[in-house]
C-alpha cells in the first residue's frame, strides 16, 4: 500500500471503518444471476415454484446500469428469488412472444401452483406450463424489488 495514493489509502480507510459505506464497487460474491440458454431450461426454473424476474436486454448503456442493479438485487434475495438475464440479439423469439418495443425491460414470472403440478405431459419432449406475468413497474433499485415483493406476496427472506 505504499505506492497508493492518498484518495486510494482514504477511500481504504472509509471502507474498513465505516458500516455505513454504500459506495461501489461491493464484493457481491459470484454473480447469482443465471444467463438465459433456452426455454428449457427457462420452465424448469418455473417448475421450482419460485419467482423468476427476467431482464430482457440489449447491448445499451442502461443496460450497463440494471446490469449493477440486477446483481445487487439477485445477491440480496438468493435464493427465495431467481434472476435471469436475456440477451434479446441472442434469443429474438423469446423476447419477440412479450411484444415490447422498448428494451431493457423486467417482468415476474411467477406460479407457485407450477411446483406441486408439474404440467401435463403430451409427448415426453413437450411439456404445457402457465404462469402469471407481473410487469416490473417500480424503481430499478433493490429498494424498487423489495417494495414490489411485498405488494405481491413474495417470500423474498426467511423473516416474511
Known sequence: MAGASFFDRMVSQLRSTSKYYTGYPKDLGPSRIIPFTSERQFVQLLHEGRPVVVAFTIKCTYTQHLDKVLEEAAA?????????????????????????????????????????????IVDPSITKYS?????????????????????????????N
Not at 404462469?131 to 406476496?153: H, I, M, T, W
Open 76 to 120: 440480496t434475495f438468493y435464493p427465495h428469488i431467481k434472476f435471469v438475464r436475456v440477451e434479446c440479439p441472442k434469443y429474438p423469439g423469446f423476447c419477440l412472444t412479450r411484444q415490447k418495443t422498448e428494451y431493457p425491460f423486467l417482468e415476474v414470472f411467477y406460479n407457485p401452483e407450477q411446483a406441486a403440478n408439474p404440467g401435463k
Open 131 to 159: 404462469a402469471k406475468v407481473l410487469p416490473f413497474n417500480y424503481d430499478q433499485s433493490v429498494y424498487g424489488f423489495r417494495e414490489y415483493f411485498k405488494k405481491y406476496g413474495f417470500k423474498y427472506s426467511e423473516a
